[in-house]
T-cell receptor, first 113, second 114 residues
Framework: KQEVTQIPAALSVPEGENLVLNCSFT??????LQWFRQDPGKGLTSLLL?????REQTSGRLNASLDKSSGRSTLYIAASQPGDSATYLC????????????FGQGTTLQVKP | NAGVTQTPKFRILKIGQSMTLQCAQD?????MYWYRQDPGMGLKLIYY???????DKGEVPNGYNVSRSTTEDFPLRLELAAPSQTSVYFC?????????????FGPGTRLLVL
């Protein structure tokens, strides 16, 4: 059974720091991995999607990497800003036929001015 | 485009009552999903659909039912509400199967069962 774990559960950093959020999964037979952002009381917004054949994806100050063999993904945030404060969730999909996602518990990030 | 819309935003139910959570999308997505999120936890899949007339169970389907009569709508039915169903419910959609797997989420329905 696929399990997705995100460590740490919470992280607080000063503005301007570069930071890394971690995601690990137990079954390397994934189809893709997605990173989402969730603001308090809101729905999820997709940040990056990495296909199983890819090693990384970039969008602005965000860079996500994928190492299938070791069951790990990282989300790198450069030059963090207070507006980056949110909960970040990773999720893996095993099949393109269904798109079903297995989510981690999330990492709550606070960026202090 | 409105994207994925959900109604109601918040609801209080008494134990044993029933209700339907509404979800609609205007992006012509084939795939639709219902998740629940308990406090401090990730999301768990309740039911999903890969097209009109096709639905299947996710990780936590007990106590819920769905239907998909149109591409746009995917309602979730709660029968005989229980306190364990207190949660935030999210609907999501995607093109699916090679056309785009990014899932787009609605704003959620917060449900309290007392």
């Amino acid at each position: 059974k696929q399990e997705v774990t995100q460590i740490p559960a919470a992280l607080s950093v000063p503005e301007g720091e570069n930071l890394v959020l971690n995601c690990s999964f137990t079954d390397s037979a994934i189809y893709n991995l997605q990173w989402f952002r969730q603001d308090p009381g809101k729905g999820l917004t997709s940040l990056l999607l990495i296909q199983s054949s890819q090693r990384e994806q970039t969008s602005g100050r965000l860079n996500a990497s994928l190492d299938k063999s070791s069951g790990r993904s990282t989300l790198y945030i450069a030059a963090s800003q207070p507006g980056d404060s949110a909960t970040y969730l990773c999720a893996v999909s095993r099949s393109s036929n269904t798109g079903k996602l297995i989510f981690g518990q999330g990492t709550t990030l606070q960026v202090k001015p | 485009n409105a994207g994925v819309t959900q109604t109601p935003k918040f609801r209080i139910l008494k134990i044993g009552q029933s209700m339907t959570l509404q979800c609609a999308q205007d992006m012509n997505h084939n795939y639709m999903y219902w998740y629940r999120q308990d406090p401090g936890m990730g999301l768990k899949l309740i039911y999903y659909s890969v097209g009109a007339g096709i639905t299947d169970k996710g990780e936590v389907p007990n106590g819920y039912n769905v239907s998909r009569s149109t591409t746009e709508d995917f309602p979730l039915r709660l029968e005989l509400a229980a306190p364990s169903q207190t949660s935030v419910y999210f609907c999501a959609s995607s093109y699916g199967q090679g056309r785009g797997e990014t899932q787009y989420f609605g704003p959620g329905t917060r449900l309290l069962v007392l």
